[in-house]
């Protein structure tokens, strides 16, 4: 019996998906433009591929990130809710996110689309393809684990490796003239990742989705679930001959089809020359070589054109409707929610020429906050006539975590001569006052319960944020990122001599 | 006999299959080497901040050059290369598992296979144990908690790295090892079981789909609800959330 073949669109069809899934997952425009990231409820869910929720354009919080940060957490609660979400999308889809909804997976395979001779898979690259488990283990469980005993938060994989972040979060926020003030705060931490990331988008060139096959951990949590996933590439037995072509054709390091580093990309569907492999949803075949039909076999009804566009239309449809959602419905909601602070307190200054604002040289506004720990507020006011120390900071921001012994070090040496407060986040997960309890801190910790105190300063989610306000009241120092002790001693230094330090936003 | 094998070699190395091969390789350490050289001078000439976005710029955007112009010149070298090959390039075989278990199924088992099989075994075996023998040792610094007390996360890194990865290197190097050795025991086994091929004349019984898979999903569905609803109940929700609108300023590298 002849057989004919019939040349398949699916790889076009699939890079599809694949642009949808990375346009869906960042559909905020607002954020490329405004330079800032997505701060609304759609941010409970998380998405299924490998997407930073510091892109300008999430609209979802990244599973791996979610996970290595609930397992920093584990100390207190137990980190169900990612395990569960986990859990459901590997059972559904598997592997299969990774061939058709990660954007990274996209991006591996345009950067591979360049004309240059290829590395095929070998017993080398099948080896290597284990040391993502070694990753999955050492940087997203053990090490955030072990600190989360000392209540310092570390996404081990996100900080010193994950591409995604380099790329997506730093690349696309740096991208905006908003965020210039950041470039201060690049350092060997970024050159480091910068690097990892320049050498997997040039290994991918070569290397058929070298991130993905190598080192991504969350395919490795995946593949975890190859031989229960609902959706993916199947084989029918009686049909198949092992006659390994599926097996040759393949680019992953696959042993056989539907395995543990199989991607379900489906393109050994094509190539069985008994249409032995087909993609599946449970019993429902989605996908089967329909070229193959026995000779002088009239080729498949073309279904009606309803039902041919159905599926676009109601992808098209979710897109817009998020897109919508996100982009105007919720931050017109934002806009008319921000309490409007148009009388604006300014501290004391000796000099009422000067403006009441959040840089350098300005008067500082007002504020009060309650104390945590004790009774009482801290008022800025009441502290004029010696300089003051802001820091902003909050209990899952590792860095603000590591920086507060150096706040309390120079605290304990100027006690007398300077006011000093470390005023936590808003956004509040663990308690503070019980994240306290386990250190001797003797600088006074308060509370931003709205927002505002931060706002005032032009600050944001990001933390951590240092003020240093003279003794008359006017700003000094206003920045993000990380202090040291030497750093800190200057500018205290600095304010108490009554002037001005170069740095600041 | 050995004048054809000898001249189909000479083809095989002439070939410019052989050549892409070598280019790939050269080309891929050259590349890895320039971009080590670029980012280590631009870490030595000047890595402490403040950076400032001129300088950023500079002193990033310089490998992506470099890498841009190896690129072009790697594909000019593929087309060139590709003009002088003869006839489309001849896919991959199946690899050795794939047809010694096409043959097991076709084949009477003989003595010389059954010998091949047990040194497959007894290599999975000295394998196994030697990567549990190599697994001890990064595991147990991996499982004290004392090394992970130090709050100086670069020296906590750089000292995991140091216990870790030269093993992690080693379990690598030996699986690619027992890779190579099974695919030369399993051309052994072929060659012993071809002799010996019997055809089936009936087909394949098909097999039966398991209940267990599918008390095993509807397990894993009925964890998965359960676990998202405790971690919503929990607070493990609010989280996910709070860390995701918040910009996790070491995650993208800024820190």
Not at chain 1, 267 to 284: E, Y
Not at chain 1, 287 to 305: D, H, L, T, W
Not at chain 2, 15 to 41: H, M, P, Q, R, T
Not at chain 2, 110 to 134: C, F, H, Q, V
């Amino acid at each position: 019996m002849d057989k004919i073949k019939t040349k398949s669109r699916a790889p076009l069809k699939r890079k599809l998906v694949q642009l949808y899934a990375a346009l869906l997952y960042n559909c905020y425009a607002r954020g490329f433009i405004k330079g800032d990231i997505y701060t609304g409820k759609a941010k409970i869910a998380c998405v299924p591929g490998l997407n930073c929720y510091s892109c300008p354009g999430a609209i979802g919080a990244c599973p791996l990130g979610a996970l290595q940060n609930a397992i920093a957490s584990s100390d207190k609660r137990m980190p169900s809710y990612v395990l569960g979400i986990i859990l459901l999308y590997g059972l559904l889809l598997g592997r299969t996110i990774c061939g058709w909804l990660c954007p990274m997976g996209l991006l591996q395979e345009l950067c591979h689309l360049l004309p240059t001779p290829k590395l095929k898979k070998s017993n080398v690259t099948r080896a290597l393809s284990y040391f993502k488990y070694a990753l999955l283990f050492v940087l997203v469980i053990i090490i955030p684990r072990m600190y989360s005993y000392q209540s310092l938060p570390l996404p081990a994989f996100c900080k010193y490796i994950c591409p995604a972040g380099t790329l997506e979060g730093a690349l696309g926020l740096l991208a905006h003239p908003a965020n210039a003030d950041k470039f201060s705060m690049l350092g060997l931490l970024f050159t480091r990742k910068y690097i990892i990331l320049v050498t997997i988008l040039a290994s991918c060139v070569f290397i058929y989705r070298a991130f993905c096959r190598f080192l991504c951990p969350l395919g490795a949590i995946y593949s975890l679930f190859s031989r229960v996933a609902v959706i993916g590439v199947k084989v029918d037995a009686p049909s198949c001959t092992k006659c390994g072509r599926c097996v040759s054709h393949c680019k992953m390091d696959v042993k056989r089809v539907g395995d543990h580093e199989c991607i379900h990309c489906a393109s050994c569907i094509d190539v069985c020359p008994t249409g032995a492999i087909s993609f599946k949803a449970g019993s429902i075949t989605l996908r089967a070589n329909e070229g193959v039909r026995p000779a002088g076999e009239n080729p498949p009804a073309k279904k009606p054109s309803f039902r041919r566009w159905a599926i676009p239309a109601a992808m098209l449809a979710v897109l817009a409707g998020l897109f919508v959602y996100t982009n105007f419905f919720e931050s017109v909601k934002a806009d008319n929610s921000t309490v409007k602070n148009e009388s604006i307190v300014p501290v004391y200054s000796a000099d009422d020429t000067l403006p009441t604002g959040s840089e350098v040289g300005m008067r500082a506004a007002d504020f009060s906050a309650p104390l945590i720990g004790k009774n009482g507020t801290f008022t800025l006011s009441d502290c004029l006539g010696k300089p003051v120390v802001i820091n902003f900071w909050a209990t899952w921001c590792t860095p603000c975590c590591l920086e507060l012994p150096y706040f309390d070090r120079v605290y304990a040496e100027n006690m007398c001569e300077i006011y000093m407060v470390a005023v936590h986040s808003n956004l509040v997960t663990d308690d503070p006052e019980a994240y306290l309890k386990d250190y001797s801190y003797s600088l006074p910790f308060a509370m931003d319960e709205t927002g505002g105190i931060i706002a005032s300063f032009n600050g944001s989610t990001i933390l951590p944020r240092t003020v240093v306000i003279d003794k008359n009241g006017v700003i000094t120092y206003n920045a993000v990122g990380s202090m040291t002790y030497d750093k800190l001693s200057g500018l205290v230094e600095e304010a108490r001599g009554g002037r001005q330090s170069d740095t600041a936003d | 006999m050995k004048k054809t094998e000898a001249e189909a070699r000479r083809r095989r190395l002439l070939s410019s299959e052989n050549y892409k091969s070598w280019g790939v390789l050269i080309s891929v350490l050259a590349l890895l080497a320039l971009l080590i050289f670029n980012c280590l001078s631009m870490y030595l000439s000047g890595n402490t901040p403040p950076f400032t976005r001129e300088i950023a710029l500079k002193k990033l955007f310089s490998p992506a050059w470099i890498l841009l112009f190896v690129l072009v010149l790697l594909a000019l070298a593929d087309r060139f290369l590709s003009r002088y090959s003869k006839g489309r390039p001849q896919p991959l075989l199946p690899n050795a598992a794939y047809r010694l278990a096409m043959l097991r199924e076709r084949a009477v088992v003989n003595e010389a296979a059954l010998k091949a099989e047990k040194k497959a075994r007894l290599l999975y075996l000295i394998s196994g144990l030697a990567t549990a023998l190599l697994s001890a040792r990064p595991l147990l610094y991996l499982l004290d908690r004392s090394n992970f007390a130090s709050w100086d996360l670069e020296n906590m890194i750089w000292d995991t790295a140091k216990h870790v990865l030269p093993y992690a290197l080693a379990i690598i190097a030996l699986t690619v090892l027992t890779f190579y050795l099974k695919d030369a025991i399993d051309e052994e086994e072929i060659a012993a079981l071809k002799p010996s091929v019997n055809i089936k004349s009936e087909g394949e019984q098909p097999r039966k789909k398991g209940a267990l898979l599918a008390v095993v999903r509807i397990a894993l569905i009925v964890l998965g609800a359960f676990l998202t609803v405790h971690g919503i109940i929990n607070g493990g929700l609010r989280d996910v959330f709070v860390k995701a609108i918040a910009i996790c300023s070491e995650c993208i590298g800024l820190g």
